[in-house]
């Protein structure tokens, strides 16, 4: 049984309502004031954190990098992350980050962030897992494109170097991610492994329906955690807006994982709800007299017929009444008890 992890006041495990992260990424397209729209949506889709992702370019990628010049214009300075991050903290929602370098991860701590994602493209770089480890903030560590014994080893590293709580990450990270390459059944695998509580982060194309039904799949396979990408508007094809889904969009996934969450319920034999009490009366079948008997009459299988009817005697019960006296007249239809005979 995995030991659910506590964030300020929101549990993560099971029994616990599911963590939704609402994923910013680079959605904000390098302005601020997007990236502070995208706070405001994901406000209103009532997520249990934000997540922002930040970094120097200089020590995140060479200057040869195929995509240099299009991340070096998705880079936020701090001074304007301390706009987006304060917008987040006076909303009352975590505040959560991956910082890709061990500047950007001191900027973080300084600004009291509440939870450490770690790309799996940092899974097994021991700068950047030590200085997240010794914050000995929560840690989200992505699996994606990593081997169980990588995922091993990150682990070992980071609890050696100071983690207490942990939840490891599911997902592919292509843009979009093909429907059989999401492999939710993975899920399951890691939990066994590792014993820990396992989220899923969805990357599946942002403009289908199955981009809403998906990651409510993982939640039935286990998933404690959602991460969800969002972007302002898809029609301007922005950074990552393949696998996002829009402002409206995103807000309605939020209500959506909300209401089919409830349908997932607890694998332990448990009592029934009031439903099922009401159902089991209306449905099951009982012992109804077919005919009027006199009192002194013994029950016969030809006296009696099993039909649905008000609770009674359940049909499997039948040889124990079968050849009994009757005490007293009983009318046709009647639902016998055992206080009848």
Known sequence: MTEPIQIKKKKIGKGFPTFLIAEMACAHQGDVEKACNLVDIAIKAKVDAIQIQVLKKE?????????????????????EWLKVIDLIKKADILFFAAGYDVESIKFLVKNDVDAFKIHSSDSSNPEV???VAQ???????????????EIK????????????????MHGYQSFPTKLKDSHLNYIKTLERIFGLNIGYYDHVEGGSILSKIIPIMAIGY????IEKHFILNRDEKGIDYESSLDSKNFIE??????????AIGISEIRDFTEGEINYRA????????????????????????????????????????????????????????????
Do not use: W
């Not at 286990?222 to 955690?225: I, L, N, T």
């Open 129 to 131: 897992l030590k200085e």
């Open 282 to 341: 209306y449905c099951k079948k009982s012992i109804v007299l077919k005919k009027e008997i006199s009192k002194g009459s013994k029950i016969s299988r030809d006296d009696v017929m099993f039909v649905r009817s008000d609770p009674g005697i359940p049909p499997v019960k039948f040889k124990e009444i079968e050849g009994k006296i009757a005490k007293k007249d009983l009318k046709k239809f009647h639902n016998l008890t055992f206080e009848d005979f």
């Open 153 to 168: 080893e990150a682990i070992n590293f980071l609890r050696k170097n100071g983690t207490k709580d942990m939840v490891l």
């Open 253 to 262: 996934f939020g209500k959506i994982l909300r209401e089919c969450e409830q």
């Open 59 to 79: 020590v995140y990628m060479s200057p040869i990098y195929k995509d240099y010049d299009l991340i070096s214009g998705l880079e936020l300075a701090q001074d």
């Open 222 to 225: 286990g998933a404690q955690v």
């Open 135 to 149: 914050s000995q903030k929560p840690i989200f560590l992505s699996c994606g494109a990593s081997k169980i014994e």
